[in-house]
Nanobody, 125 residues
Framework: QVTLVESGGGLVQAGGSLRLSCSAS????????MGWYRQAPGKQRELVAT???????DYADSVKGRFTISRDNAKNTVYLQMNGLKPEDTAVYYC???????????????????WGQGTQVTVSS
């Protein structure tokens, strides 16, 4: 079993910064992709940023130049540095892990996609 735990959300004024963290725990062999998604009230969940284990990244157009994703593969942890926050960034932010290999019974097995419980980010104008 793999568990993702997020931290770092909160309330900030427009133009401010926050840093989100997400740590994956369990009998993990490796995680191919870790990333962040967000869901605002009344809207669908959308991709914010992802990062492959090799370092390649993908960002939503709306956050390019303001948000930076990074990860520590040895700690199975992903970060999201959010600068220049805008009220439209207000949402619940979810951590995601995909392409997981977990260890069980002496072997490595491909896991499902995993989600964290979400952390609220609120940006006031």
């Amino acid at each position: 079993q793999v568990t993702l735990v997020e931290s770092g959300g909160g309330l900030v004024q427009a133009g401010g910064s926050l840093r989100l963290s997400c740590s994956a725990s369990g009998s993990i062999g490796s995680i191919n992709i870790m990333g962040w998604y967000r869901q605002a009230p009344g809207k669908q969940r959308e991709l914010v940023a992802t990062m492959h284990s090799g370092g390649s990244t993908d960002y939503a157009d709306s956050v390019k130049g303001r948000f930076t994703i990074s990860r520590d593969n040895a700690k199975n942890t992903v970060y999201l540095q959010m600068n220049g926050l805008k009220p439209e960034d207000t949402a619940v932010y979810y951590c995601n892990a995909a392409g997981v290999l977990y260890y069980s019974g002496g072997s490595y097995w491909p896991g499902l996609e995993y989600w964290g419980q979400g952390t609220q980010v609120t940006v006031s104008s």
